[in-house]
């Protein structure tokens, strides 16, 4: 069999809930003011599931509108690879249920946890499936929502997070590569850093005990994963940099996991990156986690600001702890607009 030289990225989508919690909203829940978040965070509101939406609901929402973006049917898939922190269950994989609700009958499907960085490792994941010859479509999604793992009483982390989804669709191509490289790395002996310690499967017999209650919870040193970000993301862009054989001075655009921007601030300064090269929509959905690198890719194309062709560096970050990046040649252009039919001009009589 022939091997296929490269993949194309055909598609982008994403899916937030309607229910959008302000700063000003949360000031009712713990004591922080609307100016303290904005400032030091760059947040001023999240998007949050209701009751009747799901890590799944969201999932489904945005491998929809990205097959839709790319043009394919979805029983043109070969695999589907969820990136998720927060699945509905231990099982089915949130990726079985896209898989279901797509009508992807022919595709393989598995979820994979890399906290906030999840996104990139299933981009490379993806990616390296195609390389080998082993698959032609591949569907990544990248969801979290981390309101409900949330104390909503620890003003530290209930005013960092939003709910979201974002998705690419990887494609198979004999003449193309537009993924050019991928970085990954992990340091798990910063784990106790951000981490949502047990859901119950740690402990014996049922569950987290009510002495350690707020085990159920997501717990972070700000300040330590705020100086181990700022570090990462520079290691990771130039690092990828050189693997895709490209120099930073090249990339067009950054796309930044999304949570803070005084994290996307000092880091694109370091790798001498202009303002206008950054892409950043966490002021409206705050940090999305696994979702939120497609989340803002996916904005910056349907508000005009990120056209092709364009180099871009994905860079994300997370607990692990882990960090990683991906260089994407953007090529691909919205099918939907296309097959937009212009209403023929009316003949004068
Ligand atoms: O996907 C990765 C997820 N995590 C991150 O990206 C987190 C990275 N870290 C950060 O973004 C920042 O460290 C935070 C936004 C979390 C915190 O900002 P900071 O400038 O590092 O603040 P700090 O933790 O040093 O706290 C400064 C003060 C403290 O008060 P005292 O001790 O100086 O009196 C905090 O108690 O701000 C206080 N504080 C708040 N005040 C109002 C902490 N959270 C809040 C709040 N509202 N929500």
């Known amino acids: 069999m022939r091997l296929p030289v490269g993949c194309k990225v055909i598609g982008v989508g994403c899916a937030v809930p309607t229910n959008v919690v302000t700063n000003a909203e949360l000031t009712g829940l713990v004591e922080t003011s609307d100016e303290w978040i904005a400032t030091r965070t760059g947040i001023r509101q999240r998007h949050i599931v209701t009751a009747e939406e799901s890590c799944s609901s969201l999932a489904i929402e945005a491998a929809k509108d990205a097959l839709e973006f790319s043009g394919i049917t979805s029983d043109a898939v070969d695999l589907v690879i969820v990136a998720t922190s927060t699945p509905d269950n231990l099982y ?26 999840g996104i990139i490792y299933a981009l490379s994941v993806g990616q390296h ?12 999604v990248g969801v979290d929502i981390h309101s409900r793992f949330l104390n909503w009483e620890d003003r530290n ?38 981490h ?23 717990q972070m040193n700000g300040r330590a994963i705020y100086e181990f ?20 001075e090249d990339l067009d655009f950054l796309v930044p996991h999304q949570a803070n921007k005084r994290i996307i601030k000092a880091a694109s300064e370091r790798l001498g990156l202009r303002e206008e090269q950054l892409v950043s929509n966490l002021d409206e959905f705050g940090n999305t986690s696994a979702a939120s690198i497609p989340l803002a890719f996916a904005e910056a194309i349907t508000h005009g600001r990120l056209a092709p062709p364009a180099t871009c560096a994905l860079v994300g970050f ?13 090529t691909a252009t919205d099918q939907r607009l296309k097959n937009e039919v212009s209403e023929p001009a009316e003949l004068p009589l």
């Open 157 to 194: 982390t209930c005013i960092l997070f939003g709910d979201g989804a974002g998705a690419f669709v990887l494609q198979a191509s004999e003449t193309e590569n537009e993924i050019l490289a991928t970085y990954l790395r992990a340091d798990g002996k910063g784990g106790h850093l951000l």
């Open 129 to 140: 499936f195609i390389a080998l010859g082993t698959y032609r479509t591949v569907l990544v």
């Open 92 to 117: 089915p994989s949130t990726a079985c249920m896209v898989q279901a609700a797509i009508g992807a009958p022919q595709a393989a499907a598995f979820d994979m946890e890399a906290a906030c960085t």
């Open 229 to 248: 970000a700022v570090n990462a993301v520079p290691e990771a862009v130039r690092a990828v940099c050189a693997k895709a054989g490209i120099r930073v």
């Open 318 to 330: 997370g607990g692990g702890l882990t960090w990683g990046a991906a260089i994407i040649r953007w």
């Open 196 to 218: 949502i310690p047990n859901t119950g499967a740690g402990y014996p017999h049922g569950g987290v005990p009510a002495a350690k209650e707020t085990h159920r919870y997501l």
